[in-house]
Each structure stands twice: as structure tokens, then as C-alpha cells.
T-cell receptor, first 109, second 113 residues
């Protein structure tokens, strides 16, 4: 089966940097993606890594190490609107996306 | 370009009934996936369709079924509803056919009484 582990909660202040880790155990691994979900909302795509290394999109960066089965999402210059749940998801060669349980980020003033 | 549209947004049913949920993907997206989201179990994969073919199915009982039409629109059906089926049902579409980057609809909130 597939399993993805994420820390359950992270709290940080506005302007800070937050890193959320994700370790995975999957067969047929294809890539790792990240999604943001606000309370009552739908998940929205943030970033995707198929190859090792860092992908940067504005204040968000995502990293993947396939050899370590590990990835992280980095949020810089935290804003109050970044308070949300963040999910890592592994795509596999059987067309399935498996999600971690999510990390709840709370941004304090 | 319009996003993923799911209907209805909210639904209340009683145990034993059946329900059909609808999903219209982003234009040009041929892959549609369905997920169940609950506080206790998180986001669980239900099934994935591409060009009217189910390519994968998650670990759900046979009461959960789906289909995809030639215009890529998809429906999922849950028969003989149980209290535990109360959840947010999310549909997502993908352009790349591998589901690596998915765009989600707002979901259907199903309550089973």
C-alpha cells in the first residue's frame, strides 16, 4: 500500500519561514505534489516535483529526494492567509494520487 | 476557462437511500478522480477515469461506483447509504493523464441521517 507521513501541526508568526516535511512509502512512485486547503474549501494545487531538487513558485518552494523518499514544502514570508492545511500527495504509475493526513499551519500575528 | 464543477453542493439523505453526484471537469481534461474526505480518514481515493475507462479504484465497498461519459463528465453513485458515508466528496480533473497535477471542484457535502 501507500503511506505518507506529515507532521500534524505547525505554528509560526507572520513573516517567518515554515518547512513541512513529507516522507512516503509507495510502490510505482511517479512524483510528489502539494495542495493547500482552507477550512470549508477545496484543495488547491501548489507545487509538483517529479525529479530530485527544488521547485520555486513565488513564496512557495518544494523539494524532493527520491533516494530518501522525502520531500518538503517551504513557505516564506508567512501571511495570515497561509493558515490552512497542507497535504503532500504521491502519484503512482497506476493513476492514483495518495494523500498524507495533512499539516495544519497556524499563522500568528 | 471554467473550473471543475460539482453538483449538488449539499445533500441530505437517509440510511438505505442512494445518491448520484456529478462532476464536470475543466475543458480538455480527460482524467477525472474522485475522493472522499472525512475528519478521521482524511482524503481517500475512490476511483479514477480516463476516456470513459476506470483505471483504478480505491478500497471502498461495491456500493460506491462511478462512470465517465464521452464528454469527460463523470458521476459517482453510492447505493444503500450508511451513516459512515457522510463526508465531503471531491472530484478532481487532470490534463496530463497521470493525475500528477489535479484541480479540485468545491465538493459535495453529503449528510446521511
Amino acid at each position: 500500500g501507500q503511506s505518507l507521513e506529515q507532521p500534524s501541526e505547525v505554528t509560526a508568526v507572520e513573516g517567518a519561514i515554515v518547512q513541512m516535511n513529507c516522507t512516503y512509502q509507495t510502490s510505482g512512485f511517479y512524483g510528489l505534489s502539494w495542495y493547500q486547503q482552507h477550512d470549508g474549501g477545496a484543495p488547491t494545487f501548489l507545487s509538483y516535483n517529479a525529479l530530485d531538487g527544488l521547485e520555486e513558485t513565488g513564496r512557495f518552494s518544494s523539494f524532493l529526494s527520491r533516494s530518501d523518499s522525502y520531500g518538503y514544502l517551504l513557505l516564506q514570508e508567512l501571511q495570515m492567509k497561509d493558515s490552512a492545511s497542507y497535504f503532500c500527495a504521491a502519484s503512482t504509475n497506476d493513476y492514483k494520487l495518495s494523500f498524507g493526513a495533512g499539516t495544519t499551519v497556524t499563522v500568528r500575528a | 476557462k471554467a473550473g471543475v464543477t460539482q453538483t449538488p453542493r449539499y445533500l441530505i439523505k437517509t440510511r438505505g437511500q442512494q445518491v448520484t453526484l456529478s462532476c464536470s471537469p475543466i475543458s480538455g481534461h480527460r482524467s477525472v478522480s474522485w475522493y472522499q474526505q472525512t475528519p478521521g480518514q482524511g482524503l481517500q481515493f475512490l476511483f479514477e477515469y480516463f476516456s470513459e475507462t476506470q483505471r483504478n479504484k480505491g478500497n471502498f465497498p461495491g456500493r460506491f461506483s462511478g462512470r465517465q461519459f464521452s464528454n469527460s463528465r463523470s458521476e459517482m453513485n453510492v447505493s444503500t447509504l450508511e451513516l459512515g458515508d457522510s463526508a465531503l466528496y471531491l472530484c478532481a480533473s487532470s490534463l496530463d493523464g497521470r493525475g500528477n497535477i489535479q484541480y479540485f471542484g468545491a465538493g459535495t457535502r453529503l449528510s446521511v441521517l
